[in-house]
Nanobody
Framework: QVQLVESGGGLVQAGGSLRLSCAAS????????MGWYRQAPGKQRELVAT?????TNYADSVKDRFTISRDSANRVNLQMNSLKPEDTAVYYC????????????WGQGTQVTVSS
């Protein structure tokens, strides 16, 4: 099992920045893909960004504003700049393996609210 704990959400004005972090623990040896998803009220959960063995992937809506990074085997970060009200959502950390059948695992979510 893998446990994921997010931190760093909050309230920010449009144009501001926030940094989310996710700490993973447990059986993380083969976890080579980590990412962030978000879910706004009344909408489906959507991919924000992933990093797989160092290769990043972003949703079109956040390209050039958000940056995903993995600074250790057990931590992934999401730097969010130039935030917009439409970025308001609960952000979830996600982890799995593309090497063996493991995951996906989800964190409990952290609220990001962007005021106009």
């Amino acid at each position: 099992q893998v446990q994921l704990v997010e931190s760093g959400g909050g309230l920010v004005q449009a144009g501001g920045s926030l940094r989310l972090s996710c700490a993973a623990s447990g059986r993380i040896f083969n976890i080579n893909r980590m990412g962030w998803y978000r879910q706004a009220p009344g909408k489906q959960r959507e991919l924000v960004a992933t990093i797989t063995s160092g290769i990043t992937n972003y949703a079109d809506s956040v390209k050039d504003r958000f940056t995903i990074s993995r600074d250790s085997a057990n931590r992934v970060n999401l730097q969010m700049n130039s935030l917009k009200p439409e970025d308001t959502a609960v952000y979830y950390c996600n982890a799995d393996s593309t090497i063996i059948e493991q995951g996906p695992y989800w964190g409990q979510g952290t609220q990001v609210t962007v005021s106009s």
